[in-house]
């Protein structure tokens, strides 16, 4: 599908929040990639299909979304209007990785009090002076998305990590920029190419350049956010070159970083 739409990202002045990503996208959908925090995502129009850990999901108006880190998914717009989306990409220092298995489990959550609290919390983002509500009203979706994924002290068994998709996945984070042929990685971690990689696929549900790719597109982000220019984003993330940058990048986020930096100059009205 084309990717048509607008978005408006940037970094607030929050503890823990590493992004706020409110877009409009009528005729997107998102590959399988990952990202390594935490998605905290509501749909205000339309709905939202996605794939989580090889289950399906869906995204209603009434629906808190929360994706774990590390765990594949996609998404693509339900109906022929598309869907508008506000989303905030949290650290670990708000979710612990006790939540992941129950969030696996059961991603979309349909409490009323948490998605009234997350609509306010991206209400006071939008406003440069609020940033003791924001960071209080996140303290409050915080305890709330524990007590819902932890009835009684918490329910889920942690997520099957063999050990040997579990290092490779190690090495990839020790080195998104520089990157890692398989050869590197079967001397690294002892074992067959195809075997290595078939691990780390039936673990994670994604291939490791996959993997990768997204762990760098993430990156690139950021640093956009920070007003950086996409030829410096690219060589600073491992990417070729900017061509080689905008065409994941476009393809994981669905603009290209050019307008993607546009986007974090201004705020939704």
Same mark, same amino acid.
């Given at each position: 599908m084309a990717?048509?739409?607008? &978005?408006?990202?940037?970094?607030?002045? #929050?503890?823990? &929040?590493?992004?706020?990503?409110?877009?409009?996208?009528?005729?997107?959908?998102?590959?399988?990639?990952?990202h390594d925090v935490w998605t905290l995502l509501i749909v205000d129009d339309g709905a939202v299909r996605y794939d989580l850990d090889r289950h399906e999901h869906g995204t209603p108006?009434?629906?808190?979304?929360?994706?774990? *880190?590390? &765990? *594949?998914?996609?998404?693509? *717009?339900?109906?022929?209007?598309?869907?508008?989306?506000? &989303?905030?990409?949290?650290?670990?220092?708000?979710?612990?990785?006790?939540? #992941?298995?129950?969030?696996?489990?059961?991603p979309d959550l349909r409490d009323p009090v948490l998605r009234r609290r997350v609509g306010q919390l991206h209400t006071a983002l939008v406003r440069p002076g609020d940033e003791l509500e924001a960071e209080s009203r996140l303290t409050l979706i915080g305890e709330r998305l524990r007590d819902l994924l932890r009835p009684g002290g918490?329910?889920?068994?942690?997520?099957?990590?063999?050990?040997?998709?579990?290092? %490779?996945?190690?090495?990839l984070d020790e080195r998104v920029v520089?990157?890692?042929?398989?050869?590197?990685?079967?001397?690294?971690? *002892?074992?067959h190419p195809a075997h290595l990689v078939r691990a780390f696929s039936t673990a994670?549900?994604?291939?490791?350049?996959?993997?990768?790719?997204?762990?760098?597109?993430?990156?690139?982000?950021? %640093?956009?956010?920070?007003?950086?220019?996409? @030829?410096?984003? @690219?060589?600073e993330t491992g990417f070729y070159d900017q061509a080689h940058l905008t065409r994941h990048f476009k393809r994981l986020v669905g603009v290209t970083p050019g307008r993607y930096r546009?986007?974090?100059?201004?705020r939704p009205s």
């Open positions: 990717a048509q739409g607008k &978005v408006s990202a940037w970094r607030p002045c #929050i503890p823990g &929040v590493v992004e706020v990503f409110h877009a409009h996208y009528t005729e997107y959908a998102y590959p399988m990639h990952v108006h009434d629906t808190v979304s929360l994706l774990p *880190p590390h &765990v *594949p998914h996609n998404g693509s *717009p339900v109906g022929p209007d598309g869907f508008r989306k506000r &989303v905030l990409y949290l650290d670990a220092s708000r979710l612990g990785e006790e939540l #992941i298995g129950p969030a696996v489990d059961g918490g329910r889920g068994a942690a997520r099957p990590d063999p050990a040997l998709a579990r290092r %490779l996945r190690e090495l520089q990157g890692l042929t398989l050869e590197q990685a079967t001397a690294l971690v *002892p074992a994670y549900g994604i291939a490791p350049h996959q993997y990768l790719m997204s762990r760098r597109v993430d990156r690139a982000r950021r %640093l956009l956010l920070a007003g950086r220019a996409p @030829a410096e984003v @690219a060589a546009a986007a974090g100059a201004r």
